[in-house]
């Protein structure tokens, strides 16, 4: 939407709220990266050598489980900061 | 011993509190004390539906058969809360804003509420659905039946009693009972959504009490637990890569669109801002679900004998420690998570059917339903009941078919992947606007239809597809074995049939969509769904201005309800600044009206019933292009007249060059004319002086007698010869020259030429060269010896070397004979070469021995047998070239 009267360079307070919105799309790419990491992890089957073990299922439940709670903290932490005025805007500049 | 008919005591009671939550829940709206039942806590319990029983008992039998794989379950939908800003936040707002009642009706609306598209979604999300009410019936069958085991008088009681049957119409006479008590224009259900909450902190609650007494009370504590599970069988990292991200990707899809996630996320959702409450708050509520899942499984392949089914460790474990309490509320928990699900999977699915199937069918029955005589309220209230149960029944028939035997979690996937299918036509329809009917049609069925083969089908064991279909195919043909499409084999079923119905339902929607063109409502409401932040207003624009509204208000009566059709009635007056219960039917009111009521009975209905209404005053899309259409024409009339003006204009340019072209050729004739009475004239004077000689003069000597006498001989055969070539010429022009085509070799025709002009009697010597000259013609010989005669003849008379000397040079250049005729004297002037060819012309200071006409027609000549003639510079001398087409074969060589 081109619309004239919106300056070129915004208050800093919607230029934050521009870059929260960021993160909030860029949040779940991030989410799924971290999860996708296991497939880099030797399994079971493909494990040959002795040094090399599998995971053990205990570290792999921390590490998935530490990602999911470092996601919803996160999705916590951007719902609190974006507020309503940013989807105002957002309805905007889409 | 928890015996089964206290068990059945604590289910009787605890669904008649979810009744008296619901109730109490409905009246508090009522009266709009409800403020709490909006807040977002109820809104992401309520999305905890996601968490069937196939969760709660399924989760752990995963666990137990393939470790950390039943997690990817819980990841899809986290990150799709997470992502909520990408497309939940569009899909709420698309569904508040177009008053979207199901899955099925957003994807109709979206292309163009179109009906047939709604019918396809509603069938594909029945037979998609079917399994996994099938799947929660079982679930509960399998828990009584895991009381029962330890009570005999039960176990009678399990095998008298079908209580899958008996689960299904307690859930069908619930669901009934609350889902379709109103038809509230919002199709929201505060009592149901209420109760799911209820239920949704039930069933975390069960099961985290379950794990806590794993955990703590059986392994003693985190660290021995966490031991514990590395050294069971599932210890080790085990999960194939494959799937690992397939399952992922297939629950995100299903998360979108599983007709009752559609239902609590978009449907039921009061307040766009309950999503960033959910966004985290639901996530946190998955993985507090999943936190226990491996704990309990662990102990439960330690603590139960061999065999013993892992979908009811969280039942059995308790159980054999003897804490039956604890199993009680486990049971609840599990009993939970299967009816809520049913219930909203019920409504949700109901409300598709009787909007798009049994309404559509009803109006056009009663031709006009809206103003008939029968209560269309009532008809689709009872539509939906009657849904309701047939959803019920069918899911028993399936678990009685499919007999209940396959694990739960498989049967959940199979569910899965059906549902995913709509995720093409789904996304794509809120991003890309490009998308049409057509394609959202062919992809859906396509995809369905792939899935249908390879994964549904197969399910039934040996009923539906015979073990020779499954090796070798169908008709025998290989590549469509449902479990090995196109040949390619060993990929595991699931991932197999997923990866080929949705990667070739996508494609089918792009290409489809791609080729062919929307309707003009499709584009309208593609623009709203794709850009719904910048427009919130209705498409839909009606007109009327006659007495139309009260047969709009005796329709909405009917569908809303007297009281609700008159107070909004009313407010719409006011609005309008009237009193009374009849607004003007101004657009406005109209597209607020239709919205009002596609929240009742879905938005192509709506549509329907008014336009229905309004009738002739309607004006629809389509006469609104219509009248661009006409605009159009006009303005490619005046095109057109344009493009007229401007073709005048032409032709007149043309006329003008045609006109000085006429001129010029008058001015050329008169050229021509005095020129030939100036050549006519030259011999005439001098006949005419000799002959009067002759008459006058006496006493002639006969020397001179005979002198005068053959100069004015000469004189005549001159003006014989030039009467002649003009003769000739005019001939050659006007193409009213008869060819006489013979063959002939070119040779000979040369041969003929040079002994016809005499060379042999004057200076010139003639030397002929080219290996071609023995080549076949097919044309007048005759004539092209005249050619090749004035040529030479040309060559005698001007060629002013000591030794005169002609060559005369056969080649073949492509498709083409060349004879060039090159003399050794100075040749002709550079300033005379282009003009040797005019009529009359004469190189300048040399002695006239023809009238000029000879080149211009040897030229003309030439055009006539489909040749060319003309001069060659820089060959040392005079050139001319003859060019011929060459004839179709070489002489014998």
């Known amino acids: 939407m081109k619309d004239k009267s919106i300056p070129l360079f915004l208050e800093r307070r919607s230029y934050r709220q521009r870059r929260l919105m960021d993160a909030a799309r860029l949040l779940p790419l991030l989410g799924a990266l971290l999860w996708m990491v296991p497939l880099l992890w030797p399994r079971t089957q493909t494990v040959q050598s002795a040094d090399a073990a599998a995971v053990s299922t205990s570290s792999a439940i921390l590490y998935m489980f530490a990602v999911w709670i470092f996601l919803a903290l996160a999705a916590l932490f951007l719902s609190v900061m974006l507020d309503t005025k940013a989807e105002a805007q957002d309805s905007r500049d889409d | 011993m928890a015996t089964l008919n206290i068990l059945i005591a604590v289910c009787l009671g605890y669904v008649a509190m979810l009744f008296a939550v619901a109730f109490m829940a409905e009246r508090a709206a009522l009266r709009g004390r409800g403020n709490w039942l909006r807040s977002p806590w109820i809104y992401t319990l309520s999305l905890s539906i996601y968490c069937t029983a196939w969760t709660f008992y399924g989760a752990v039998g995963y666990a137990a058969r393939s470790g950390l794989e039943f997690l990817t379950i819980y990841l899809g939908p986290t990150l799709i809360m997470v992502g909520w800003w990408w497309a939940l936040r569009k899909m709420v707002r698309i569904g508040r804003t177009q008053r979207i009642t199901s899955v099925a009706d957003l994807i109709s609306s979206r292309y163009g509420k179109s009906g047939v598209l709604a019918v396809c979604v509603t069938l594909l999300a029945v037979v998609g659905i079917t399994p996994y009410i099938s799947l929660q019936l079982q679930s509960v069958t399998l828990s009584f039946s895991s009381f029962a085991v330890s009570d005999a008088e039960g176990a009678e009681l399990i095998a008298t009693y079908d209580t899958a049957l008996w689960v299904a119409v307690g859930l069908a006479l619930f669901t009934i009972l609350f889902g379709t008590r109103n038809l ?581 010597r003639v030397r002929r060269v080219g290996p071609a000259s023995e080549v076949m013609l097919n044309t007048d010989l005759d004539r092209l010896a005249q050619v090749f005669i004035n040529l030479i003849a040309n060559a005698q008379k001007y060629c002013d070397a000591d030794r005169p000397e002609l060559t005369i040079e056969v080649n073949r250049r492509g498709g083409r004979i060349i004879v060039d005729f090159i003399d050794n004297g100075s040749g002709i002037p550079p300033e005379s070469q282009s003009m040797v060819f005019e009529k009359f012309y004469r190189v300048a200071d040399r002695q006239a021995g023809g009238a000029g006409l000879g080149l211009a027609i040897c030229r003309e000549i030439m055009a006539r047998l489909g040749g060319t003639l003309g001069y060659l510079p820089g060959q040392g001398g005079g050139a001319f070239r003859v060019s011929l087409p060459a004839a179709q074969r070489m002489a014998a060589r």
Not at chain 2, 394 to 423: D, E, N, P, R
Not at chain 2, 512 to 531: C, D, H, K, M, T
Not at chain 2, 733 to 754: A, C, M, P, T, W
């Open chain 2, 184 to 764: 509230d224009a919002n199709e929201r259900h505060h009592g149901v959504v209420m109760a799911i909450a209820v239920e949704a902190v039930v069933k975390l609650f069960a099961l985290i009490a379950v794990g806590v007494f794993v955990v703590w009370g059986l392994a003693g504590g985190v660290g021995p637990m966490m031991e514990r599970i590395d050294a069971s069988q599932i210890g080790q990292w085990q999960v194939d890569g494959g799937r690992w991200v397939g399952l992922t990707l297939l629950s995100a899809a299903a998360f979108l669109t599983l007709p009752r996630m559609f239902q609590v996320l978009v449907v039921e959702n009061e307040d766009e801002g309950h999503l960033r409450t959910a966004a985290w708050a639901f996530p946190t509520y998955l993985m507090l679900m999943s936190l226990f899942v491996v704990p309990i499984a662990v102990i439960g392949l330690e603590l139960m004998p061999p065999g013993s089914n892992p979908d009811q460790f969280v039942l059995t474990v308790p159980l054999s420690q003897g804490r039956d309490g604890l199993a009680m509320l486990s049971f609840l928990g599990g009993f939970s998570s299967a009816t809520s699900m049913v219930i909203v999977a019920a409504i949700a699915l109901a409300t598709m059917v009787s909007n798009h199937i049994v309404m559509p069918i009803f109006l056009r029955l009663t031709q006009g339903g809206a103003s008939g005589p029968s209560d269309v309220r009532h008809v689709v209230i009872l539509a939906r009941r009657m849904s309701i149960g047939v959803v019920l029944a069918l899911g028993y028939l399936y678990y009685k078919v499919s007999g209940g035997g396959t694990a739960l979690a498989a049967i959940g996937l199979v569910s899965f992947a059906g549902l995913a299918q709509l995720l093409p036509a789904m996304i794509g329809g809120i991003f890309w606007r490009g998308a049409t009917r057509n394609g959202a049609l062919a992809g859906l069925l396509v995809g369905f239809a792939i899935w249908a083969w390879s994964l549904l089908l197969p399910q039934f064991g040996g009923g539906a597809l015979s073990p020779g279909v499954m090796e070798q195919g169908p008709w025998g043909i290989a590549w469509l074995r449902p479990e090995a499409m196109f040949g390619i084999e060993g990929v595991d079923p699931l991932l197999h049939a997923a990866l080929w119905s949705l990667s070739l339902n996508a494609l089918v929607f792009v290409v489809v969509s791609l080729i062919s063109f929307p309707s003009p409502l499709e584009r309208l409401q593609g623009a709203q769904f794709v850009n719904i932040f910048e427009h919130s207003s209705n498409p839909q624009s009606w007109s009327g201005g006659i007495a139309q509204s009260e047969d709009l208000m005796i329709m909405a009566q009917r569908i809303l309800g007297p009281a609700e059709a008159q107070s909004f009635f009313q407010t719409e007056a006011a609005r309008q600044g009237l009193a009374g219960y009849l607004p003007e039917p101004t657009p406005d009111f109209l597209a607020r009206l239709e919205r009002e009521l596609s929240g009742a009975v879905g938005g192509a209905t709506a549509h329907a019933m008014v336009a229905q209404i309004m009738g002739a005053a309607t004006v629809s899309v389509e006469d609104l292009l219509a009248v661009a259409d006409e605009t159009a024409q006009m303005m490619e009339y005046s095109s057109q007249l344009e493009a007229k003006s401007s073709e005048l204009t032409r032709t007149a340019r043309q006329l003008r060059a045609a006109n000085e072209k006429l001129t010029q050729l008058s001015v050329q004739k008169d050229a021509f004319l005095s020129q030939i009475s100036h050549e006519l004239r030259t011999p005439m004077t001098s006949i005419r002086a000799f002959s009067e000689i002759l008459r006058d003069a006496d006493g002639l000597q006969s020397k001179d007698l005979t002198r005068y006498a053959s100069i004015i001989h000469a004189e005549a055969i001159r003006l014989t010869r030039l009467l002649d070539d003009l003769l000739d010429l005019s001939v050659l022009e006007n193409g009213q020259v008869s060819l006489n085509i013979r063959e002939g070799l070119l040779s000979d025709v040369i041969s003929h030429s040079i002994a016809a002009t005499g060379t042999d009697m004057h200076a010139l």
